[in-house]
């Protein structure tokens, strides 16, 4: 029961120290956050074919066999599970799709990637914006199955595997990491573990988003480790995910933000 009412709690004290862009006083995250909130507000009616499919998802009446190899899910937390509910509890929401987006674009945006395709609708939103290749990484055949797409998304690849094993694989093939999404395992060790691995090719033009940060005691000691980093220079929890910057020219500080 303290488990699943561990996010409320951290929701609330998340809710007492959020800033708003008044109280911004460096004029770069002033314009990184307004920028995000713009590009929310002017895109919410772009990308209807991500959300089509999306709901193509939440009415399927499919049940698939999931392999979990992190924490799980708190919601449905069963070998055999619906579509729709995986869909509904374990996919991140339009808002957040775009939010990824947006600190992609940021970046280079030349090799990205996705710890987690889940059903592949972040997937979907991180490939519009990725310039080069997009390599998403899922445990579960099933999954990545319905995941995958047919056509239409010729930059993404998909990598199946546990993450421990198929991640150290891609980063010795790739020279810089640009934008990373680490929303897979959902443990501290893992999350960390996924976190160093990448950090070794990171630039100072790069971005990493950790989902679920608040999920857990757990998650919320590896993000607490994660932008406390030496080579973290900006933090930004939103709540539902925090973004790392790792430009040096940056004073190490950390903003609470809402969208």
């Known amino acids: 029961m303290l488990k699943k009412l561990f996010p409320l709690f951290a929701y609330f004290k998340y809710w007492l120290k959020k800033e708003d862009s008044y109280s911004l006083q460096s004029p770069f995250v002033f314009n990184i956050y307004q920028g ?4 929310i507000k002017l895109t919410d009616s772009s990308f209807q074919e991500i959300e089509v499919y999306r709901r193509k998802l939440l009415d399927s009446d499919k049940e698939i066999e999931v392999l979990d190899l992190g924490a799980g899910s708190k919601k449905v937390n069963f070998k055999k599970r619906k579509v729709a509910d995986i869909t509904k509890f374990s996919t991140s929401s339009k808002k957040f799709g775009l939010l990824y987006q947006y600190f992609c674009q ?7 990637l996705e710890l987690g395709t889940c059903m592949g609708i972040t997937t979907r939103y991180l ?6 290749i997009l390599f998403t990484f899922e445990g579960s055949l099933e999954i990545q199955n319905l995941a995958k797409v047919s056509s239409g998304y010729s930059n993404t690849q998909y990598v199946l595997g546990d993450i421990s ?3 150290p694989e891609i980063l010795s093939k790739i020279e810089t990491v640009d934008f990373a999404l680490l929303d897979a395992n ?14 070794e090719k990171v630039s100072e033009k790069s971005i990493i988003a950790i989902g679920d940060i608040h999920w857990s005691k757990e998650m919320e ?3 607490h480790q994660i932008k406390n980093n030496l080579k973290v220079k900006l933090s930004m929890d939103f709540y539902e ?16 933000l809402d969208i």
């Open 36 to 39: 995000l909130k713009d590009y």
């Open 106 to 112: 940021l970046t280079p945006a030349r090799t990205v």
């Open 127 to 132: 490939s519009q914006k990725t310039q080069g």
């Open 165 to 167: 094993n198929t991640l």
């Open 186 to 199: 959902h443990t501290y060790t893992g999350t960390i573990e996924y976190f160093e691995l990448i950090l």
């Open 221 to 223: 000691k590896a993000w």
């Open 241 to 256: 995910c925090g973004i790392v910057f790792f430009d040096s020219t940056h004073q190490k500080s950390e903003y609470i």
